[in-house]
């Protein structure tokens, strides 16, 4: 090959016009040696492995990947576990990590990044379901006691949240209610609630659910914390923005199924065919409610308050 | 005329002539024929060929020569083309060496076609994941084929067939020779550069003439780019090489169907690979041309049956992100299109076809597990397709069929349960029988069965003639232990979600026992299955049940629990101090147990190390917001910080000695302070929490200490009186009541935290941007002043003087270590819950 090797017979050509003669070259030499890992210089007297000749050549002005942090902010443990996970799994941007303030502007991830712990054959699972921005009151396994005014009963109320995902506005969790019907001393329902904001507006616009946005109205004005609130919500295009850092977080609960066995249709002297508005009170995790099913009594009160867990915070996360 | 049964000697003939004329009777006898494949192996042929082929013991490079070694790797081919069990007997060590170095640009081009083809016949029949680190000159070798002839049919004006072909050879044998993850990174350096050149050629070629040889070569050539790809030379081809990716958006309208599906399924592995932000617009060009793909396989006769698998696999990648991506795939009826070809192929017996039939079962479980992922509504319709009894079908299948592909289609089941589950309310209603989990626990529960004598294959050993017979079953046989380590990971997974305690399911596994099987997961080596080992009993202490919490902590024991806190990985640390977290949640009793078995003093420095983890320029806001590594990075790490700040708020929320302890830690304190500027509102939340519950006062805790007083308690408060007074060496100590020393105690403990900084903190943290953290300031605050007055306003400030500052020290620290004392004395099991 002359003219592509100097007297050492080193490679010394990388243009892209030399490309495919280059690769030649690299042929003949996997095939003259058993092994590629020797180097080649250039021209400019920098060392290249044939590894970087196969990638260089292509590119020839590309800088070798880039530094993705300032060598200070690493520390040793980080730099050894950056080795260690080198290239062993494939990254990919997480979209739900995007609500961290200040990250936007940071470096592409490099490829050292510890990614999500996935088999490195998986490239379909690799989203954390991380949530974020729930409040103390308002979180999975938040706890809640009370009582539901019914006419001149009253029963006892205990409420639990399940799940909170304030992404989607939404909440989920089980209702205890003591002493509604002889036969059933507790009766339990899951229910799933509907955050009031960009997603689920004040008027519930569900024609199974029965309620007319005269009986939104007038259900959602026995709130006071609503009536600063009502001229503009009474608009067909409001959008209750920011309503997550709002004193008071308005919801609808809709009880779906009993629990233990959601197969479980009717209960003598009972029923959950309705559904609750709601009035959260974030300082206090106070919560006030109203039921409404167009055949029961009107505004049933539902009346609960938080039970202090002194920062007791279960942590799980679905997998 | 020769006896067949004779043909060995003229095989082994030094006459190549005879030899030639030898082996193409082989050739004749025995296509077609498997009791003739069978008969002729158990007599050793084999050996015969591979020696020919190999050229060994004649330096003879005659044209009749060169002829033999055609012919022979020809007949190999016939073998290697046979029912599985022949197939599998031809697979030794010495085939795969033999082959191996046939992979040579210098050799000539009818053996190497043959050697090609029959390699891949033989990988495809069965994939070997550690193949590449047997022979590591492979890469090289390949990359060495693929750069010699693709400069031979640039170099051609017309093209070149047999270079077409050997190309499109080499390209169909990549994916094959790199089945695992690990060797296909072996694999990319060597070939990615080659790849991308040839897949170039074959793009300007193709514009000028095409050909059906050189379309085969463009989509063999980019399916091959597409196996090799990595994030590093993705990234590269997305910056350097925009137009690389158009003119692959350009292949996805061409004319050949296998042009379509490799363009998409290359720019899928972009997606995957390159955080550029053009991934979302591509990924939503690319549903179209799959969702075509994928009804005109439907449309056919066979109903989808003979649909590509990669078209499901490749949508999977596409959907896996969800959002509008998904969406656009549910509007166009992905769901039910997936069932109805999965429906097919479901094994209600043996597979019919099995590898393209698991191959195509995988690919649809793993998109709707993809579909799954991110919406409830999206779970529900997966479900009311029937994609449960599927997912059972497959599972009770369990280790009947350990045939390699077969465990992909496990893996993808599990996948599928594992989205699904991402629902309070599927787990309560869909989730509810046992057989759901039955053959979950099942994979956890029994390694791979197998059958010694099917799976022995004959390996050299070195040094001897004789082929020793080594066990390959699957679980070891080349890499088969990577696989089922992937099975049990992603079984596991599938747990996490249905152990929470809002799952009907909880208690039917837990019955099954294989908490053992879990923590053993813990302690495995390979770090996806540990990690989701540690997660799923971490739901296992998600619950206010003390029994079942005591259960678990007894199989783990508090050694791997520590060991996994220090774990290599990130993300296990999190669990591990997640579990702890959950623990210790409301019962005083783990609290105990964990400080006296961990020991305190390593406890609170293990935690400390926890929060040390972000430099300090980092917690700040102020600081611009460099998080160390990149925001993944930075996540974990915060998400371990939040961890180990609850594990302290738990302990805070304990006795008045669990706060004793916390506080005593003045180090620890210090990190609290700075952390309470961290940008994330949860770690400043969790901070707030601490010094709430560290200068929180209730009437009944003190009641409870003294009422329910055993002599040691009255001992201990007395003991912490007399502590009081001889330090403070306050003349009316003497007679002060546990109370008041309780109350000397929190005013001196709030005084330090206000030396340290805590209400100037607090302070800031009035006006925060999150109205919880705002919230809980308040709360903070109040209580901090009406230990200690409002330090900011008073005259005093926050100067202490020196001695009061030692003081506010030594008593927290005498105080705790008698508070401890009495620990000692004290039954623990009496505060559970």
Sequence with gaps: MPG?????????????????????????????????????????????????ILYGARWPEMSPAPSTEPAAAENDEDFLRRKKTRSSYVCAEDEVLQDVPGLDALPVTSPATPTPLEPASDLVHHNRVLTTSESSFLRSGSKFIGTQQSGRSTYEVHVELKHVSMAESFVCGHLHIQGLTEDHPTLTTYFEGQMIGPKYSFITRRRDWGASEKVDIAHWARFPSWRPLAKQAKRQDYCHTNFDQRDHIFMRWKECFLVPDHRVRDINGASFAGFYYICFNQMTGSISGLYYHESSEKYQQLEL???????NYYAYEFR | MISEDDLRPFLRASNKGVQLNALRRLKNSVIGHSDQKALYLDRGVQEDLLAIISGSGHEDSSQVAEDCRVQAAIVLGSFARSESEISRRLLTDSTLSTLVDVLSPATNVLLLLATLRTLTTLLTARPIPTLVDRFPNLPQALAALVIHHSVLFFKSKHESQRDTLVLSQACTLVPLVAP???????????????????????????????????????????????????????????????????????????????????????????????????????????????????????????????CDPRILHTLAIVCADGGVVSDRCIEAGLIKKIVSVIALVVPNGPFANEEADAKLLAGGLLCLSALGQHKDNYRKSIIDCGTLSIVVAVLSTGNKCSDPSFREVQI????????????????????????????????????????????????????????????????????????????????????????LEFSPLRKPILDHEILPLIVEGARSDYAPLRLNSVWAL???????????????????????????????????????????????????????????????????????????????????????????????????????????????????????????????????L????????????????????????????EDRQIDSSSSTSTSSNVFSVATAAAAVSYITSSSSSSSISGEAVLAELYKRRAQVLVRLGIREQLENLKQDSVLDVR??????????????????????????????????????SAVGKMMRLRRNTMNQTAMCK
């Excluded at chain 2, 309560?428 to 989990?437: I, M």
């Design chain 2, 538 to 668: 971490k739901h296992m202490v998600y619950s206010d049940d003390m029994e079942t919490r005591a259960l678990v902590l007894d199989q783990v024991g508090f050694d791997l629990l520590i060991r996994l806190c220090q774990d290599d990985e990130l993300q296990v640390q999190e669990q591990a101090l997640d579990f702890i977290r959950n623990l210790i949640s409301r019962s005083e009793r783990f609290i105990d147990l964990l400080i006296a078995n961990v020991g305190e003093a390593h406890l609170f420095d293990m935690l400390e190390q926890k929060l040390s983890l972000m430099s300090s320029s980092e917690s700040f806001d102020a600081a611009g917001g460099v998080s160390g590594g990149s925001r993944v990075t930075g996540r974990y790490y915060s998400e371990i910080v939040i961890a180990a700040l609850y594990i302290l708020v738990h302990i805070a929320a304990g006795l008045d000695r669990h706060r004793a302890a916390v506080a005593e830690h003045e180090q620890l």
């Design chain 2, 670 to 697: 210090r990190k609290i302070v700075q952390l309470m500027r961290h940008k994330r509102n949860e770690i400043r939340l969790a901070c707030v929490w601490i010094i709430i519950n560290l200068t929180w006062m």
């Design chain 2, 180 to 306: 695992s993850h690990s060797s296909t990174l072996l694999l990319a350096p060597y070939l990615t550069p080659p790849l991308v050149e040839l897949v170039h050629a074959t793009v300007l070629l193709n514009n000028a003439a095409n050909s059906a040889a050189s379309s085969k070569l463009q989509s063999t050539a980019i399916l091959a780019l597409a196996h090799v790809i990595t994030k590093d030379a993705a990234e590269k081809l997305a910056r350097e090489a925009p137009n690389f990716i158009n003119t692959l958006i350009g292949l996805l309208r061409g004319a050949s169907k296998d042009t379509r599906l490799s363009a998409a399924s290359l720019l899928a592995s972009f997606l995957r690979n390159s955080s550029s932000n053009l991934t979302n617009n591509v990924a939503l060009v690319l549903v179209p041309t799959l969702m075509k793909l994928l009804d005109d396989a439907i449309a056919d006769h066979d109903g989808g049956r003979n």
């Design chain 2, 412 to 499: 993808a089941a599990c996948h599928v349960l594992r989205s699904l589950s991402r629902s309070v309310l599927l787990l309560r209603t869909s989730f509810v029988e046992s057989g759901v989990v039955d053959g979950v626990v099942d994979l956890l529960s029994h390694r791979t069965e197998h059958d010694d004598d099917d799976d022995k294959v004959m390996l050299p050993v070195q040094g001897q003639e004789q082929e020793v017979p080594v066990d390959l079953a699957p679980s070891k046989q080349f890499g088969g232990e990577e696989q089922d380590l992937e099975v049990r990971s992603a079984a596991m997974a599938a747990i996490c979600n249905l152990v």
């Design chain 1, 305 to 311: 308050s938080h039970i202090n867990d002194h920062g």
């Design chain 1, 4 to 52: 592509l090797r100097d007297s050492q017979g080193r490679i010394t050509s990388f243009s892209r016009l030399n490309l495919t003669t280059a690769l030649q070259a690299i042929a003949i030499q996997a095939i003259d040696s058993t092994s590629l890992s020797h180097t080649a210089t250039s021209p400019s007297g920098r060392s290249y492995t044939v590894e970087e």
């Design chain 2, 775 to 812: 919230e809980k300031t308040k709360t903070a605050i109040y209580q901090v002043d009406a230990l200690v007055g409002n330090v900011l306003t008073s005259s005093a400030g926050n100067n202490y003087s020196e001695p009061q500052q030692q003081h506010g020290q030594s008593i927290e």
